[in-house]
């Protein structure tokens, strides 16, 4: 392959723009309830601005996925990132609530289609220890620059709720570099290497409800703490963009040792450790009296957080046949993002019977007990 730094990059900066859909505007979520004073659902009203793409991702990523193995990657991916660069700015001048939630399901469509491809371009570039590195570097460059638009977020959330919804017009960049630098894999070379039948793998099922509740999980953090900031500090956006992203930062320093980790554990292993984590650090946020108290469970949640997305995606990659792969991709997006917009929905019982610091601790304690649970079984997802 040429010039394979540059595809490098260029499916990196893609891959960026799937973080953006929710990050950016996370911190700016209670400014944007005060925004709407008169709307009596405001509050609920714009959590679903935040998780609504989820929903949408869900319902059309399999259709995305659909498309690329009987259409080629390229031209949908060049078609989404227009779409999302339309839909996603197009918060800086809609003026009612609703019409903010439109545009945010048509950037779910876009997002869904991103992800598919990128990934799906990532196993057909890529083979063996070479894949396996690019996973790891593409989950943290994820993370890293989530940990940036949620930092660039805050500050512009504290000008207006508006102004984040502009970094989605870096999608523009995006558009062109596609169309120069990413080639259509070849279909009769990718033909000559499967002798895998075309079938979903039955173990694929597995992965995508483990990565579902993943995200059930780890979506509590850019959803709930803003709130829950609220309760027990007067802080900005800007200081809430700082407490999400430091989750997004040692996230995706954990993503570049995912390769390492990998040598020495199995699939299995490093999901029970993703939980462990994650666990211990909401079981922190749960006993947190101060703002500053946060950051040890958000550093520790985050080191679970950063395993998740890369040991999902290289479990589908390594299992699913050339000719399958955008629909095996397609539909672990859809469970990624349909756990993301359950998430509140998943979490709001709890929070009504307790607290929100009361639903992190029982949920805490039920994660950490899985995770031991699946630890010791010591088991193996996949042969190595």
């Known amino acids: ?17 799937t973080v953006m859909a929710g990050a950016t505007i996370a911190p700016s979520l209670p400014e944007m309830t005060k925004a709407f004073p008169d709307n009596p ?9 935040l998780t609504i793409p989820g929903l949408l991702i869900a319902l059309t990523s399999p259709i995305s996925g659909w498309f690329i193995d009987k259409f080629g990657r390229i ?19 809609l003026n009612t609530l609703v019409e903010i939630i439109i545009s945010r399901a ?61 970094v989605y017009l870096l999608a523009f960049i995006a558009f062109p570099l596609v169309l ?30 483990v990565s579902f509740l993943g995200m059930v999980t780890f979506y509590l953090m850019p959803v709930q703490i803003p709130f829950l900031m ?25 993503s ?50 950063g395993l998740l997305m890369p040991n999902s995606n ?14 095996v991709l397609g539909l672990l997006t859809t469970f990624i993002f349909l756990g993301q917009f359950a998430s509140p929905l998943f979490f709001q019982p709890l929070v009504n019977f307790t607290s929100i610091k009361g639903g992190f601790l029982y949920l805490s304690i039920a994660m950490i007990l899985v995770s031991i649970i699946v630890l010791i079984r010591n088991k193996r997802l996949i042969k190595q």
């Open 75 to 93: 031209k949908l991916l060049a078609f989404m990132l227009l779409l999302y660069a339309a839909a996603g700015s197009a918060g800086l001048y």
């Open 180 to 209: 120069i630098f990413l080639k259509e894999p070849k279909k009769q070379e990718i033909n000559e290497k499967s002798d895998i039948d075309k079938a979903i793998p039955k173990l694929a099922w597995t992965i995508f409800i």
């Open 1 to 17: 392959m040429k010039n394979k730094p540059i595809v490098k990059a260029v499916i990196l900066l893609c891959s960026m723009m």
């Open 106 to 166: 048509f950037l779910g469509i876009a997002v869904g289609g991103i992800m598919t491809t990128a990934v799906a371009l990532i196993g057909d570039y890529f083979e063996g220890d070479e894949r396996q590195q690019f996973l790891g570097t593409q989950a943290g460059i994820m993370a890293l620059s989530g940990t940036l638009f949620i930092t660039f977020g805050g500050a512009l959330a504290d000008i207006s709720w508006r102004y984040p919804f502009a």
């Open 314 to 327: 290289l479990c589908l990659v390594t299992m699913a046949s050339p000719e399958n792969r955008g629909k």
């Open 256 to 305: 570049f040792q995912y390769p390492k980790l990998k040598r020495r554990l199995t699939h299995y292993q490093i999901y029970g450790l993703t939980f462990l984590f994650m666990g211990i650090g909401y079981l922190l946020i749960s006993t947190a009296n101060s703002y500053a108290m946060t950051f040890p469970g958000l550093v520790i949640s985050g080191l679970g957080a």
């Open 230 to 254: 609220q309760e027990i500090s007067e802080v900005g956006s800007f200081e809430t963009g700082l407490a999400i992203s430091s989750v997004m930062l040692i996230g995706g320093i954990m």
């Open 41 to 49: 659902s405001a509050e609920t009203l714009v959590k679903l601005v």
